[in-house]
């Protein structure tokens, strides 16, 4: 809470207003779902908490908070008017801008109407964007949870396997070594359609001479790994191989170029100058890593145009890729913590191109 306060003090934010999400668990350490009935936390620099939730909730609250109910076919607007009621004067008030729905925002503006809205982002993201210890050891351990998951996955892969196949095997792969929540559902793709960055697992079997793109991660305790490997289901043909070879030599130069004091864009920089050297710049088209925390994307983002130099305990990925539509896409993710001395890669699953037989 103090550094929360310093962190509003220096934002020039008298209160914010957060509904259930990675923020409310942050400061809280409770999961609320997200649904028809609203939930807010209103957290004001001069007082303790304040939070505004349905009746049933009522026993899962932080310590100390203050509690407005109301119960199911009651109009939740009385309790958000003695919430608001409760506080001093709020002239800047935090919003989540990225997550708050109209429904909670409507609410708070009929009682705060003369409050100047503004985005709670950076005053979280000042909180957040440094890992302490113990939040480093759980996405280290999910890391590994991961890793040991895509190992015993790719080993039993078959012919004729589909992309759903694959995803529904790496997520009981992870339940079953005690992962938690995914980040996403993973992102497996196979063949021509490897070049989708986001693509969705389809019915689409694997074949020999397949390449295979694999994203997916777990969480510990909500704290992300967000992992790629891409992988060849048979020997590749020479262009294949190349640009597998620039992407991995991409990942190696983005890696060692983090570390503290650097700033972000200078990760992008050197990842995407490979890329671009070896003839491949226009098929690299989003950037090179983003942070990783109990969001799966959060500051900082590694990026051109982000100045901000990094931290000891900065966590983020470092991702390049190449997609040649209707060909091939590659891309090699890896998570790294930025240390006193350097960059640490939590993620160790071997980098080097790996050709699958399906025997």
């Known amino acids: ?3 929360l306060i310093a962190a509003m003090n220096t934002h020039n934010v008298d209160a914010l207003a957060l509904i ?3 923020n409310l668990r942050y400061l809280t350490g409770l999961d609320y779902h997200l649904m028809e009935r609203p939930i807010i936390g209103l957290y004001h620099k001069q007082v303790d908490p304040v939070f505004v939730i349905p009746t049933l909730e009522q026993d899962r609250v932080p310590e100390g908070a203050a509690v407005f109910t109301y119960a199911d076919g009651t109009d939740p607007a009385h309790a958000v008017r003695e919430a608001v009621a409760s506080l001093p004067e709020v002239q800047r008030l935090g919003v989540e801008y990225r ?3 109209v429904l909670e925002l409507k609410l708070l503006q009929q009682r705060l109407p003369v409050s100047f809205v503004v985005d709670a982002e950076p005053v979280m993201a000042e909180l957040r964007r440094v890992k302490t210890a113990e939040e480093i050891d759980h996405t280290r351990s999910a890391v590994s949870i991961s890793e040991a998951a895509l190992e015993a996955v790719i080993t ?3 012919p004729g396997m589909t992309e759903r196949d694959v995803a529904f095997q790496l997520m009981a792969a992870q339940v079953e070594r005690s ?3 995914m980040p996403f559902s993973p992102i497996v793709l196979f063949g021509e ?3 989708l960055p986001h693509g969705m697992p389809s019915n689409r079997t694997l074949q020999h001479s397949d390449p295979i793109l694999i994203d997916f991660g777990t969480s510990v305790n909500g704290y992300m790994s967000d992992i790629t490997r891409c992988f060849f289901f048979g020997e590749p043909d020479a262009k294949a191989r190349e640009v597998y070879e620039v992407v991995l030599a991409a990942n190696t130069a983005g890696r060692e170029a983090a570390g503290p004091g650097v700033p972000a ?3 992008d920089r050197a990842a995407r100058q490979v890329i671009e050297e070896a003839g491949y710049g226009e098929y690299f088209i989003h950037r090179t890593g983003h942070g990783l925390g109990i969001d799966a994307h959060e500051e900082p983002y590694i990026v051109e145009g982000n100045s901000q130099h990094l931290e000891p305990g900065m966590c983020f990925t470092v991702e390049p890729g190449i997609y040649i539509p209707g060909e091939i896409g590659i891309r090699i993710e890896d998570d790294l913590i930025i240390t006193g001395e350097g960059a640490e890669s ?3 699953f071997p980098r080097e191109i790996r050709v699958l037989n399906g025997a």
């Open 156 to 158: 039993e892969l078959k």
């Open 1 to 3: 809470m103090d550094r």
């Open 265 to 267: 864009q200078d990760v």
């Open 346 to 348: 939590l993620s160790t």
């Open 20 to 22: 259930p999400g990675p």
């Open 99 to 101: 997550r708050m729905r």
């Open 193 to 195: 359609r490897t070049p």
């Open 179 to 181: 992962g938690g929540g």
